[in-house]
């Protein structure tokens, strides 16, 4: 009697972070940066979708007449009659099996293909949309992260359109149908079905709510529960070493019972939807005998009541899929909000800058590489990591370390003179230019950032590094990552630069990873480096290394590193304590 | 892979009980479902045929009634259920990794994504794939049997279909293997690039290479759509088919029914009874493959984690208590045992040592007494300084010799420190006082940065908090040695990133330790050589000998 239908996930496969990309990302060529226009669902989508409702709600419809009508072929047919007079019905009874399958079959494939267009659609709208926006607008720390939750996200209000909109469709269209023909049979009975329809929406609404009132927290102990399990599964030999893998155990008992509290609050939505729906069903085939009841043998005929009776009992079947949909739907909200909130955002930079470089007068290397930066302030829009007003030069070639505790305005210092957030006062002029004035593209090119999450693609080593400028030859490559003190690592790989690394390809030491984002930036030959704690998740040695062959391998060049740690700065000409009241001019930490 | 795998019961029994739980409700929905067909088919023929229906109504409606409870139990035993095997589960796996030597664990990499997606991907499985298996497996025969008692050739019908609907499916799915494994590859290939590009947006965009990326990202959005499309089309259509299987079954029932209804061979309820009891030996199969799908990572999971909870049969040999031949013995700078100092609590004999899946051992026959007191190690990289402290340590099980040692705190050179607050961080491995933490941080020299902080031993480090310098760390992982209550300290390189003036400080640390614990340092630093007891001098492979210096 009922039937449990689970539909496939609009993206079969999932968003594995094993696989590798098929293209590789450098080999495209630099098209002009033309975003589309933002466009969720087009008129063509909103018809594919009702087409899909309509598809499904015959299919859903023709299981209720299946059941309805088999009740109707059996009682009449216990009244003897010419086999002839069954054959109309016989009929009928096979085309609604036939037709049930059909239709779903017809209908999942519409509702995918729809869906699938729009989440194309919808994932090259929403990274146009976050280019203006990175990197000063994805936060600090975990940009990668943040933006994983952001394709997850797009899958989830895709998913909503198979799994909410097209059921919602498919069982008000089934659910209309059944009270016309009720209607047509008994009024009463009309009524009936109409009421249970109204009730069914009720209850989903009411499930709904519930469902949502614990989404939040149960997404946060669960995100609670993955950091914990990572952190405990990653460090074993760690807490072994310290005698505190009691406590660690312990952690993670309290996010299970903080996840098991939140989940079995959630479950309360779905609980109350199904078994309502259950009574709905039962009270619907009650208040359908009582209403019929009078009429049979005179204006109902036998057969007919049998159809009436069965009714309900076929629509609370076609119903049971809705508390999945319910469940669905409170997920798809929930990824809608988060989208809009991120993707709603007003860019860090306003992009009027017109002037470009005059390659003539600057640098030999055809870009500025002094920074000279007068009474300048800065801030987030709603945060208050505020910095200056600050004085601050750097000539050509000279190497510049900024410390200070978190919150003093190392990173919007560094945001500010990468080009990536406006000042709100004061001055900043690259070589001969005032930076504002000057083209946003021909600005930014003057500085290779790294931070301490470089992304490796997954792609070859060449193409991983090509990406910083397209025309470097192999063994310019080669001399970069000998330069960032990859020389031996590289030495060692077989396939050389074909080598495939990034997910799915070579692993790569955190070590190694920091290096080729180092290479990477001396493969890009801009004059300015700027390095945001880019040894921050290395250990001590390592990190001393690293930052030893870094400060090598960029002499000539400029390079203003900032950092949260005070150690690990002997190779830089200068450096800068944020938090001291002397730190330039007339700088404070803010 | 198996649909279900009977040792998660018998090695973890904290699941049996939300399984069988699981499985009771499906059993009682089973008999509820069945007995509403009588009801139901009661109240039509009451209806029908003019009689009273209060009876057959007042049944169906205690009947639903169950069903509703029923239903409302399989929703929130379900999700305690998945739950509750799926946490119990990720805890015995961290409870015995971390019981476990860092040889006999998987890598950090695998043991985390075991432990987190895999353990998570269990909870659909109990909650939905389990009680979708349990109706599978017993409305289908509940069905039959009841069938057989009402209306024995509509019983024989369903018997002899039924039976298809798996044939049919394991058809489909073996014919189709080859093409959807190639698809599902190239599938996840096209999706995983979105992640990826998005992923690297911020280095993507950094060198202007964003806006590039948008055109790449229209094409493989299109080229994934298609594929997977492809792979719908097969999945939807072998549904679709086993559907049609189902119905034409069931009207195969009807049509008999039918016929024997209009020859007046058949009274109107047994007809009624049967078509309405044959559909529900068809769906609950159909059911078991739909959620399938959503069930195969979880049923995976769990043969991995019990895999892994399986005792493990130690691939190096045991530790040993047999003494070591005496060529061997030659190196060793204990000539008998019965010369052993009685304080030694820490003994090593004849201890070899190689990782997993090098030629050669880093440490070969190593024997040594360690005193109350400080012993520092020293030797040229690759010695095996840090293994011998992590042998110590019982983080690593020796190849062939045995380790005598109590229980140890280790100060990696990379030690462990959560994004928490100063305390959290302190009192790992120890229960201590702010008094004894403050008394501490006195000792290495923390007190006035401490004390300086605005929410003092509250106040949060790491990545969102204060940033420590690598002194200031060292100082305080010290500190947090000494304040656990373990006989041994081990120490790699903890001055190593010091000044002279903190160095001095932690110098003095250690050698108050040592006063009352077995203290073994690995050091480069001659200051630390010169309070030392006991001197170990590791040399490079293949000598591997030990020479050692007592001062």
């Known amino acids: 009697m009922t039937t449990a239908e689970t539909r496939t996930v609009t993206t079969a496969g999932g968003e594995s972070r094993q696989a590798p990309a098929v293209d590789s990302v450098v080999t495209q060529t630099v098209a002009p940066g033309i975003a589309p226009a933002p466009e969720g669902t087009g008129i063509r989508g909103i018809r594919a979708v009702l087409d899909a409702g309509l598809l499904g709600g015959v299919a859903t419809a023709s299981g209720i007449a299946l059941t309805a009508t088999s009740g109707w072929l059996i009682v009449r047919a216990s009244e003897r009659p010419v086999i002839l007079l069954l054959m109309t019905a016989i009929v009928a009874v096979r085309t609604f099996g036939m037709a049930r399958p059909v239709f779903r079959y017809w209908e999942r494939l519409r509702s995918h293909d729809v869906a699938l267009t729009d989440l194309a659609d919808r994932r090259t709208t929403a990274y146009a949309r976050l280019i203006p926006l990175t990197p000063a607008r994805l936060g600090r720390r975990g940009r990668a992260d943040l933006l994983t939750g952001v394709v997850d996200d797009l899958s989830d209000v895709v998913d909503a359109q198979v799994r909410v909109t097209v059921p919602i469709l498919s069982t008000i269209v089934a659910s209309v149908l059944a009270v016309i023909v009720a209607a047509l049979l008994s009024p009463s009975a009309g009524l009936v079905v109409a009421a249970m329809a109204i009730v069914t929406a009720a209850i989903f609404v009411l499930g709904w709510q519930l469902e949502t009132r614990s989404q939040q927290t149960l997404l946060a102990a669960r995100a609670e529960v993955a950091r914990v399990t990572a952190l405990v599964a990653g460090n074993a030999s760690e807490l072994q070493a310290i005698g505190a893998e009691g406590q660690a155990q312990s952690w993670l008992v309290t996010a299970h019972a903080d996840l098991r509290w939140a989940a079995g609050r959630q479950s309360h939505g779905r609980a109350a939807a199904a078994g309502l729906l259950l009574l709905l069903t039962a009270a619907g085939t009650i208040a359908m005998t009582a209403a019929i009841l009078p009429g049979v043998g005179t204006t109902i005929s036998a057969p007919v009541a049998a159809l009436l009776v069965l009714m309900p009992i076929a629509l609370g079947d076609a119903f049971s899929t809705l508390p999945d949909a319910m469940r669905a739907l409170a997920r798809s909200r929930a990824s809608a909000v988060r989208l809009h909130a991120m993707l709603d955002q007003q860019p860090a930079v306003r992009a009027t800058g017109v002037l470009s470089l005059d390659t003539q007068t600057d640098t030999p290397s055809g870009m500025p590489s002094r920074l000279l930066v007068t009474d300048l302030t800065a801030a987030w829009a709603g945060t208050a990591s505020d910095v200056g007003p600050l004085d601050l030069e750097v000539q050509r070639g000279q190497h510049l370390a900024i410390t200070g505790p978190n919150g003093c305005g190392k990173s919007t210092l560094l945001a500010v003179l990468a080009r990536h957030l406006d000042p709100t006062g004061g001055g900043y002029r690259l070589g001969n230019h005032d930076a504002l004035q000057l083209e946003l593209g021909q600005a930014r090119q003057v500085f290779a950032v790294l931070d301490d999450e470089p992304h490796l693609f997954a792609s070859t080593l060449r193409a991983n590094l090509q990406l910083a400028r397209p025309v470097t030859t192999d063994p310019e490559l080669i001399e970069a990552m000998t330069s960032a003190g990859l020389g031996r690592w590289f030495a060692d790989l077989a396939q050389g630069l074909d080598t495939v690394i990034g997910s799915g390809g070579r692993g790569v030491s955190g070590g190694e990873r920091a290096r080729l984002g180092l290479a990477r930036c001396l493969v890009s030959e801009r004059p300015v480096l700027l390095l945001d704690e880019p040894v921050a998740h290395l250990d001590h040695t390592t990190a001393e290394a690293v930052l030893g062959d870094l400060t090598r391998s960029t002499t000539g060049r400029s390079v203003i590193m900032v950092s949260h740690r005070p150690d690990g700065l002997a190779g830089f000409d200068r450096v800068i304590d944020l938090s001291s009241p002397q730190a330039s001019g007339h700088g404070e930490c803010g | ?551």
């Open chain 2, 1 to 551: 892979m198996r649909p279900f795998d009977p040792r998660l019961l018998t090695q973890v029994p904290a699941t049996r009980r939300p399984v069988v739980a699981l499985g009771a409700i499906g059993v009682v929905q089973g008999l509820a479902t069945i007995g509403l067909a009588f009801a139901l088919t009661n109240l039509v023929v009451a209806v029908v045929e003019g009689r009273e229906v209060v009876t057959p109504g007042s049944w169906l409606v205690g009947l639903f009634t169950v069903r509703a409870l029923l239903a409302v139990a399989n929703e929130l035993v379900g999700s305690w259920a998945g739950l509750r095997v799926s946490t119990v589960l990720r805890e015995r796996l961290i409870a015995a990794w971390m019981e476990r030597d860092a040889d006999s664990r998987p890598e950090a990499g695998r043991a985390q994504a075991l432990a987190t997606q895999g353990m998570t991907s269990i909870e659909p499985y109990v909650a939905r794939y389990l009680p979708a298996l349990v109706s599978g497996a017993f409305l289908p025969l509940l069905a039959i049997g009841t069938l057989l008692l009402v209306d024995w050739p509509s019983a024989l019908i369903v018997a002899l279909t039924v039976p298809l609907l798996p044939v049919f499916a394991a058809l489909i799915g073996h014919t189709t293997e080859k093409s959807t494994q190639r698809r599902w590859q190239s599938l996840s290939a096209l999706s995983g690039h979105f992640l990826d590009v998005m992923r690297g947006l911020p280095t993507l965009s950094s060198y202007g290479r964003a806006e590039a990326q948008v055109e790449t990202i229209a094409t493989v959005s299109r080229r994934h759509r298609l594929a997977t499309m492809q792979t719908l089309r097969l999945a939807f259509m072998s549904a679709a088919a086993l559907e049609l299987l189902a119905t034409i079954s069931v009207a195969l029932v009807a049509v008999t029914v039918g016929i024997r209804l209009a020859n007046g061979a058949m009274p109107l309820d047994t007809a009624m009874l049967a078509i309405l009891l044959a559909p529900e030996a068809y769906w609950p199969i159909r059911r078991v493959g739909a959620e399938f799908h959503a069930a195969a990572d979880g049923a995976v999971a769990i043969g991995d984690v019990i895999n892994e909870l399986a005792p493990t049969t130690p691939t190096v040999p045991t530790v040993t208590h047999s003494r070591p031949n005496t060529a061997d013995r030659a190196f060793s700078p204990v000539q008998d045992a019965e010369m052993r100092d009685p304080r030694c609590s820490v003994v090593v004999e004849g201890v070899t040592y190689g990782y997993p899946g090098a030629a050669t051992d880093v440490l070969s026959h190593l024997s040594l007494e360690l005193p109350i007191g400080l012993t520092v190690v020293t030797g040229p990289s690759g010695a095996g300084k840090s293994t011998l402290l992590e042998l110590l340590a019982g983080l690593r099980r020796p190849s062939a010799g045995t380790v005598t040692a109590p229980r140890s705190h280790l100060v990696t050179q990379r030690p462990f420190l959560a994004s928490g607050t100063v305390r959290d961080n302190l009192t790992l491995g120890n229960d201590s006082t702010d008094d004894e933490l403050w008394d501490m941080l006195r000792e290495v020299g923390l007190e006035g940065m401490v004390a300086a902080f605005e929410q003092g031993l509250d106040t949060r480090l790491g990545d969102d908090g204060f940033g420590l310098s690598a002194g200031q760390r060292a100082r305080l992982t010290l500190a947090r040695a000494a304040l656990s209550n373990a006989p041994m300290v081990l120490l790699d390189e903890p001055t190593a990133h010091l000044d002279e003036e903190s160095a001095a400080l932690a110098h003095h640390m250690i050698q108050r330790l040592a006063a009352l614990r077995t203290v073994v340092a690995v050091t480069h630093r001659p200051e630390l050589l010169t309070l030392a007891d006991k001197h170990v001098q590791l040399v490079l492979h293949p000598t591997t000998a030990l020479a050692e210096v007592s001062s």
